[in-house]
């Protein structure tokens, strides 16, 4: 494969694959170097055959892991016998491509199964396009690499997958139909009781992802047609929009880092939970977190009337006080210190903001990492932002920000951009793609991730 070919492939179809990842040069090569391998600094060497003489250099702000290092060898190995092929087609190409992308994905979790859960997902594919009684379907099915079925009367998923009444046997959230690795029926499994263990996954799979240890592979096809992979207790992969996505769910989380110490990692899983259930809820979203010394700068775009927190209240309330003595020769400073005269208590109930004292009796004083994750969810979910302050507690739900002169794309984009200089935030559309801002050492707005 040449230079240029490969140098193609790993822009277009490998960085993509992983969040945060991105090209940093090439170096030196022997033939007694691997395909891949990982490299110093958080990052992994990449060439296409053993006899290349020089390694692209792919990094991100964490270590990849040994399941992505496989990921990247089965891609390699898939595509270099496409590139034998000598194909003219561009079209042809992409598909070919496509499909190699797709094998690799599933031939880096396991060797085993891994022709069943292929067959599986083009299976479930063709049910994203059909209807069931007028109605889009939704299915789950769990492959179990450690079992091999009775080898008497066998039924393979080949035979059952694509009829009519298959679309009756599960529902992809309690329900579940078992095959083997060999692609053989080994019944009905319901994990609507399942024991507890750490996972990963949007808040409405998570007894999926608690089943799918190392012997068993989840798939779903969800009511909206994407394909969910579930592995190791979490989720792994996802085809949604007609795309394959890896969830490296941990440079996820690392990336939303901010200026704090104590509870970062705590809060930030929290808020990255909070965004993958609103993705796959398909609900929009906008989760703002803001750094530890930017939370008086924040509160410049937010309305008193959103503020949920007593503490930011009190902290928005003298800044508009300060801005009314600016202002003392001018009308709207007397109306601005009339309107703060009130405790904040009396301030939401004089002024109607309903809304906001509801939302106080349900938070109940909770910061994000203690809110119930269907809660939060729901909450996420109302027109408006959601911001966090450095420390969990919950500053405003739906709140409506005042947009910089200038902002690009619809509300949330614009408020998602125009936040992020004060932290970190969060777009979640409602057809499930999150895109994540923040702020460089200039204090320019850069989008950190887009899955």
Avoid at 56 to 63: C, D, N, V
Wanted: with cysteine; charged share 25%.
């Amino acid at each position: 494969m040449e230079k240029s070919a490969f140098y193609d492939i790993v822009e277009e179809l490998i960085v993509p694959l992983f969040t945060g990842s991105y090209l940093d040069g090439e170096t030196e090569s022997t033939p007694r170097d691997l395909e891949v391998a990982l490299g110093g600094g958080n990052s992994v060497l990449l060439k296409p055959t053993k006899s290349d003489n020089y390694r692209l250099i792919l990094k991100r702000g964490q270590a990849f892991k040994s399941f992505e290092l496989s990921l990247m060898r089965a891609i390699i190995k898939e595509l270099n016998e496409i590139s034998h092929m000598d194909i003219s087609d561009s079209m042809y190409l992409q598909q070919l491509n496509s499909i190699a992308i797709e094998k690799a994905l599933i031939a880096s979790i396991t060797d085993t199964g891994t022709e069943t859960i292929l067959g599986i997902i083009n299976g479930l594919e063709s049910w994203s396009s059909r209807t069931y009684e007028g109605n889009t379907v939704q299915l789950g099915i769990l492959v179990n690499l450690g079992v091999s079925g009775d080898t008497k009367n066998q039924v393979s998923y080949k035979d059952i997958l694509t009829e009519n009444f298959f679309a009756l046997f599960s529902d992809g959230n309690n329900s579940f139909i078992e095959f083997d690795f060999n692609g053989n029926l080994l019944g009905h499994v319901n994990i609507r009781k399942v024991k507890y263990v750490p996972t990963i996954s949007p808040r409405i799979y998570d007894h999926v992802a608690r089943v799918c240890g190392d012997k068993r592979v989840g798939i779903v096809l969800t009511i909206k047609g994407d394909i969910l992979v579930f592995f190791a207790h979490q989720l792994i992969f996802a085809k949604r929009n007609g795309r394959w996505g890896v969830y490296s769910h941990e440079e996820i989380i690392r990336l939303l880092q901010n200026n704090v110490s104590y509870t970062a990692k705590e809060i930030r899983r929290a808020l990255y939970n909070t965004a993958l259930d609103c993705s796959f809820a398909y609900k929009g979203a906008c989760i703002v977190y803001i750094n530890k010394d930017k939370t008086l700068d924040a509160l410049n775009h937010i309305d008193a009337g959103d503020i949920v927190s007593k503490e930011h209240f009190e902290m928005k309330k003298q800044l508009e006080l300060d801005e009314a003595e600016k202002l003392y020769n001018l009308g709207n400073a007397k109306e601005i210190i009339e309107r703060f005269s009130l405790e904040y208590e009396p301030f939401l109930n004089d002024n109607g903001y309903t809304k906001t004292m509801a939302i106080r009796k349900v938070l109940a004083g909770k910061k994000l990492q203690e809110i119930d994750r269907k809660l939060i969810e729901e909450m996420t979910s109302v027109d408006g932002a959601t911001i966090i302050d450095y420390d969990g507690t919950v500053v405003a739900v739906g709140a409506i920000i005042k947009i910089e002169a200038g902002s690009m794309g619809g509300g949330r984009l614009a408020a998602a951009t125009t936040m992020a200089k004060y932290g970190t935030a969060i777009k979640v559309s409602q057809d499930g793609i999150m895109t994540g801002f923040s702020a460089d050492k200039r204090g320019e707005v850069k989008q950190i991730f887009d899955i």
